[in-house]
């Protein structure tokens, strides 16, 4: 039946609101929480897009009509500051994976010449327990929807 045109309608918008130099968010996957901690930072790198036709990017599928966009990941070099670097590789991204906060920045960024290596990204404390927070609240709204998803229907009142 698919999702809710709503939730179809949020997600064109929110696509629409995505442009080059933002910084987005993604939640971790469970088996994946021990590398950078409950989210992944990327940097947009154009556009969103749907999939014209199903597609192997850099081992990912991507299925027909999928809302993806260009972007590059930040790795996460150290975790207080939460410094990171931006990976030269572009990936194709899946929108809907998003966490969807506009307006994530670094604190800082400290530019380096490519002799000296890559440049540094600070991600501040407040923004990284806001982020970290926001995750676990989604986390737990999907764990409650899942439960009451498989509860066994409640039998109509017939008095009422």
């Known amino acids: 039946s698919g999702p809710p045109l709503r939730q179809l309608e949020e997600l ?11 910084i987005v968010a993604f939640t971790a996957h469970t088996k994946d929480v021990w ?13 969103a897009y749907p999939v014209p036709e199903a597609q192997v990017h850099a081992s ?8 993806v966009v ?12 939460r410094c990171y670097k931006l990976q030269p590789e572009e990936r194709i991204l899946v929108v809907n994976e998003m966490i969807r906060l506009a307006g994530i920045k670094f604190e800082k960024v400290v530019k380096r010449s490519p002799r000296l290596g890559d440049s540094q990204h600070f991600f501040s404390e407040d923004s990284h327990n806001c982020l970290a927070a926001l995750v676990r609240d989604q986390k737990a709204e999907a764990e409650n929807a899942a439960v009451r ?4 229907p409640v039998a ?4 009422v």
């Open 149 to 152: 998803d498989i509860s066994p």
């Open 60 to 67: 990912d599928e991507f299925e027909a009509g999928w809302l």
């Open 35 to 47: 590398m950078e901690g409950s989210y992944w930072l990327a940097l947009i790198c154009g556009p």
């Open 12 to 22: 064109a918008a929110w696509g629409e609101l995505l442009k080059s130099g933002m």
């Open 70 to 81: 260009k972007a590059q990941w930040f790795e996460l070099v150290t975790e207080s500051p």
């Open 156 to 159: 109509a009142d017939p008095d």
